[in-house]
Every structure is written in C-alpha cells, then in structure tokens.
C-alpha cells in the first residue's frame, strides 16, 4: 500500500536552530530521472539474488518467534507522504514503534534473531522492494517514522522533504544511531546541497565498509 496519507506538517518551526543554510535547488526532471533509472538497475539484479537468503532468512523469523517475517513500518516519504516500509521483523510482537533515539530498553523486544539481523543490516534486504515500487531511492534521507514529528518538521523547513528518501544517506554513513535528530538534518542538508551521482556512488560505498565493521548501530 502505497501514499495512504498527507502529514500536515507546521511550517512555522524555526529550523535556522540547526544552522545549516538551504538551498532551493531540488532535483531537476533530469537527475531525477537518471537517479531513478540507476536505483531499478541496481536494485532489480541484487533483489533477484538476494530472494533465496531473503526467503530462509523470512523462515528463521517465523520459527523462531510469534508473528510475521515481515514487519510493515508506516514510513514518511518524499513531499511528506506516508507509505509502508517492508523490513524482517526483529522486535517481538507488542513492541512500541519509536525512533532509536526514545527506544529505552531496546533488547528485552528483540527477537533471537533481531540483534543479529540489526547489526548485519540483513533486516533492511525486503527494501530493494520499495526500491524497485518508487518508494525508496538507494541513497536519500533515511525515511522518518510516521510519528516523528520533530524529524519531518525540521525537515520540511528546509525544503529536504522533497527528496526521495533512502535505503542510506549522508547521515547513515556519518553516526547514524548516535546522531540526534538535530544532528541527522544538519547532514540531510548537505545532502541537499551536494547531491550528484558521484556523491551517491561514495556514500554507497562508506554504507559497504560501515555494514562490512557493523559501526554506529546501537541496537
């Protein structure tokens, strides 16, 4: 399910608190075409062979704890949409859905799989699908929780909302879980500002290597 909802975001928040300068230049129709037509050419190949680990790992999920291999997470997406967000489940049923920076207490709501699949990025494998559907770019601002109003406020206030959000981004190869909200827009920013195909290419790149040593995961 795609697009299901508008958020209704306050335009009056002060966002120079985070002192980053925007830059009204958003994508043209051309890098965002070619961005497009280089996510379907990645994404299309590695979904295709990572649906056999994607499937046993789905099963392991099912047998190894209660309830679905895929955990559907409401996510805000570019110009503020709302849409789903597959990931393999690693918290157990019941479990509070709430950005890494609220969630005390994180480890007692994994499942026995869920610190391994966090730490190795395995849980993120059922995004090549959002990838492919237009939901996600490979390399964007990391989609906020449909509950993260200070994220999409600050956001919107400088104009990142119009970029498509990412399976990575500036911010993820930078901290990623030890940044504060603050501190995650400030690098959304210079994404903004800095975005080309080559940019894209070495943040892909640092998001290997940070995966490959499992840095800046909290949980």
Known sequence: MRNLAFIDVDRG???AAIRVEREDAVPNHWRHTGKRLFDIA???PLFVL???LLIALGILVRVTSRGPAIYWS???GRDNRIFEMPKLRTMRDGAPELATH????AQRY???LGDFLRRTSLDELPQLFSILAGDLSFVGPRPALFNQDDLVNLRTGLGIHKL?????????VNGRDRLTVEGKVRFDAEYLQKQSFWFDLRILAMTVAKVLVREDISH
């Open 13 to 15: 928040l002060d966002a």
């Open 50 to 52: 990572a649906l056999p």
């Open 110 to 112: 994994l499942t026995p």
């Open 102 to 105: 609220l969630f005390g207490g």
């Open 164 to 172: 498509a959000p990412g399976l990575t981004g500036w911010a993820q």
């Open 74 to 76: 409401l996510r805000v």
């Open 42 to 44: 990645l994404a299309l």
